[in-house]
């Protein structure tokens, strides 16, 4: 069972911003970055955020993370069809001993 | 361009070893500036880490799965492999393999299913 908690479903209409909350504790976001990931269906977990909020090249900049606390947020603006996916945040927890991944949020245009 | 892919038996019985094979092309395995990693998803317990090796050769292992995991690395065939003992059904998943940076697995394989089954 994952200790970093995301709602398991979010939509919006094409061109909206949609946000995605991810929540642990202090001994992974609170004391680690934070990655977040987006599954397409029947498609390996791309890399979409790292470092709480650093694009890898080739990522639009229509998606953003941020982090406070012990919580963590990816939002996607200008909402895309292509958008519908799988997204997982990450980070490593020091008491685990391991990286973690969150629930899962599927996200519907 | 980087290409990461898994292989290995779709099919293992119940207290054998999984072993699976992930081959590495656009890159080297040995390259100083990444570690690779494996990760398995399964619908009852979602996306898993299960280890990572170093560039000096040593790994770390997700402490859920104690000492089943062994994931070494051949140089020579630029390939990753995983070993998993006396496997379950609780084993069964989509297996992948990763490059890591610093920050944690950036580039994935498509993955590979594995069913753990008499």
């Known amino acids: 069972q994952s200790v970093l908690t995301q709602p398991p479903s979010a939509s919006g209409t094409p061109g909206q911003r949609v946000t995605i909350s991810c929540s642990g504790s202090?001994?992974?976001?609170?004391?680690?970055?934070v990655n977040w990931y987006q599954q397409l269906p029947g498609s390996a977990p791309k890399l979409l955020i790292y470092?709480?909020?650093r694009r890898p090249s080739g990522v639009p900049d229509r998606f953003s993370g941020s982090k406070s606390g012990t919580s963590a947020s990816l939002a996607i603006s200008g909402l895309q069809s292509e958008d519908e996916a799988d997204y997982y945040c990450?980070?490593?927890?020091?008491?685990?001993?391991?990286?973690?991944f969150g629930t899962g949020t599927k996200v519907t245009v | 361009q980087l290409q990461l892919q898994e292989s290995g038996p779709g099919l293992v019985k119940p207290s054998e070893t999984l072993s699976l094979t992930c081959t590495v092309s656009?890159?080297?395995?040995?390259?100083?500036?990444?570690?690779w990693s494996w990760m398995r998803q399964s619908p009852g317990k979602g996306l898993e880490w299960i280890g990572t090796?170093?560039?000096?050769?040593?790994?770390q292992n997700n402490p859920s799965l104690k000492s089943r995991v062994n994931i070494s690395k051949d140089t020579s065939k630029n390939q990753l492999s995983l070993k998993l003992s006396s496997v379950t059904a609780a084993d069964t998943a989509v297996y992948f393999c990763?490059?890591?940076?610093?920050?944690?697995?950036?580039?994935w394989g498509q993955g590979t299913l594995v069913t753990v089954s008499s």
């Open positions: 202090s001994s992974n976001i609170g004391s680690n970055t």
């Open positions: 990763a490059r890591q940076a610093v920050a944690g697995p950036e580039y």
């Open positions: 656009g890159g080297s395995i040995s390259s100083s500036n990444y570690y």
């Open positions: 090796m170093y560039y000096s050769g040593s790994t």
């Open positions: 990450a980070a490593w927890d020091d008491s685990l001993h391991a990286y973690v």
């Open positions: 470092t709480n909020n």
